[in-house]
């Protein structure tokens, strides 16, 4: 059985830093693309970060892209997102998910992925 647990969330003030981690039990996530998404309150769940299968291709979001890093960790079983500059559009309760097909690139799509963590909450306060 697949489980993925999200953790590392927390409540931190505008420019601080958070590292988000993903760990999970019943699959290698050394050999799937993981994205990590999130959602705010009110508002629909986006795609954040992907890595792929191999973890020579990531990609990120305009929103988080330049301040927020995925990378994996296979000693570990563990995908990390490091998030840096934190603002307060960035609060919302991050998600990871993995697809185990073969061979896939990382996705924004919340369709090419197969199992998801419940989350964890990252509040950004002002």
């Known amino acids: 059985q697949v489980q993925l647990v999200e953790s590392g969330g927390g409540l931190v003030h505008t420019g601080d830093s958070l590292s988000l981690s993903c760990t999970a039990s019943?699959?290698?996530?050394?050999?799937?693309?993981i994205g990590w998404f999130r959602q705010a309150p009110g508002k629909e769940r986006e795609a954040v970060a992907a890595?792929?299968?191999?973890?020579?291709?990531?990609e990120y979001s305009d929103s988080v892209r330049g301040r927020f890093t995925i990378s994996r960790d296979a000693a570990e079983n563990t995908i990390h997102l490091q998030m840096n500059v934190l603002k307060p559009e960035d609060t919302a309760v991050y998600y990871c998910?993995?697809?185990?097909?073969?061979?896939?690139?990382?996705?924004?799509?919340?369709?090419?992925?197969?199992?998801w963590g419940q989350g964890t909450q990252v509040t950004v306060s002002s």
């Open positions: 019943g699959v290698f996530l050394d050999e799937y693309a």
């Open positions: 890595i792929g299968w191999s973890g020579r291709t990531t």
């Open positions: 998910a993995v697809n185990i097909m073969a061979y896939a690139q990382g996705s924004p799509n919340e369709g090419a992925y197969d199992y």
